[in-house]
C-alpha cells in the first residue's frame, strides 16, 4: 500500500495529479468531438502551431500562455478561413497552416542561444511543475469548457454526424465548426504546459477513442474518457515516480495503452458474442 500512496504523499506530486485530472476533463470534452470527427490531424497541426507564439512569447519575456492563444487563434481563424475556400480542401489547409507555423516557429527559436530548455519544456510539458496558479487557470478553462460543450452540444452533434441536416435545422454549422475549433484550441493550450504539445494529443485522442466502443452516447462517450484520462494519469505518475521516467510522457503512453487495451478487449467480446456456427456476412 505504501508504494501506491507514498509518491502522492508530495506536494508537487499532488498537484501534479489535481492538474492531470483537470487536464484529462477538459480534453475528454474537447477530444470526443476530435475522434467522432476524424478531427486528429487538425488537433496535431493546432499543438504544433503553438510553437511560434510561445518562442515569440519568451524571447520577449512575455507570458507564454498568451503567446500560445494568439497562436492558437491563428491557427483557428486560418482552417476557418481557407477551409471555405471552394478550391482547396480543408486537409490542404490545414497542412499548411501546420508546415508555416512550424516553421516559423523554428525562425523564431533559431534567433535565440539559450532557448533549448524552453523548447524542451515546450515539446514534452513538466507536470511534476505544476504552481497552484495552473491549477486556478485550468479550473477556469474546465468550467469554460464545460459551458461551451452544453450550449454546443445540439450544433456539435448534428455537425458530428450530418452537416447538410444541421444546415436544415438552422443550426449554423459554420458557426458551430468554428466554436468547436475554439474549444479544440482551449484544450490544447490548457494543456501544452502540463503534458507537452507532442503528448497532448495522447491525452485528447487516446481517451475519448477507448471509450467510444464502450458508450451509448456522446455524453457517455466524454464521462468515460474522462475517466480513463484521470486513471493514466493516476498511474503515469505513479510509475513515473517509481521507475524515474518523464512524467507526462509516461502518462501519455499509458493513456495510449488504454486505447488499445479497449479496442482488443472489445473485438474479444464481440468474438464471444457471435452465435457459435454464425458466419461473418459476405459482400456477394
Do not use: Y
Request: hydrophobic share 60%; glycine share 10%.
Amino acid at each position: 500500500m505504501e508504494w501506491l500512496t507514498a509518491p502522492f504523499e508530495a506536494a508537487f506530486v499532488q498537484r501534479a495529479l489535481w492538474g492531470g485530472m483537470l487536464v484529462s476533463a477538459i480534453c475528454a470534452l474537447a477530444g470526443t468531438w476530435v475522434v467522432l470527427r476524424g478531427m486528429a490531424f487538425l488537433g496535431d497541426a493546432m499543438s504544433h502551431g503553438l510553437l511560434p507564439g510561445v518562442a515569440l512569447a519568451a524571447l520577449l519575456g512575455g507570458n507564454l500562455l498568451a503567446g500560445a492563444l494568439l497562436s492558437a487563434a491563428v491557427v483557428t481563424a486560418g482552417v476557418t478561413v481557407f477551409g471555405r475556400a471552394p478550391r482547396l480542401s480543408q486537409d490542404t489547409a490545414i497542412g499548411l497552416l501546420f508546415v508555416g507555423m512550424l516553421s516559423l516557429g523554428v525562425v523564431v527559436v533559431s534567433r535565440s542561444q539559450s532557448f533549448a530548455v524552453d523548447l524542451t519544456g515546450f515539446l514534452f510539458g513538466d507536470v511534476l511543475a505544476v504552481r497552484e496558479r495552473d491549477l486556478t487557470l485550468l479550473g477556469a478553462a474546465l468550467a469554460l469548457a464545460l459551458t461551451v460543450s452544453a450550449l454546443g452540444h445540439r450544433a456539435f452533434t448534428a455537425l458530428a454526424f450530418d452537416t447538410r441536416k444541421a444546415h436544415t435545422l438552422g443550426l449554423r454549422p459554420r458557426l458551430a465548426h468554428a466554436v468547436l475549433l475554439g474549444l479544440l484550441a482551449l484544450a490544447i493550450v490548457a494543456s501544452f504546459h502540463i503534458v507537452g504539445t507532442l503528448l497532448v494529443l495522447g491525452l485528447l485522442i487516446a481517451p475519448p477513442a477507448a471509450a467510444l466502443p464502450w458508450a451509448r452516447s456522446v455524453r457517455g462517450v466524454m464521462a468515460l474518457a474522462a475517466l480513463l484520462g484521470v486513471t493514466a494519469t493516476f498511474s503515469g505518475l505513479l510509475l513515473s515516480w517509481h521507475l524515474g521516467t518523464a512524467a507526462g510522457a509516461t502518462v501519455s503512453a499509458l493513456a495510449v495503452c488504454l486505447f488499445f487495451l479497449s479496442h482488443l478487449a472489445s473485438g474479444l467480446r464481440h468474438r464471444h458474442a457471435r452465435p457459435s456456427g454464425a458466419r461473418p456476412a459476405t459482400t456477394d
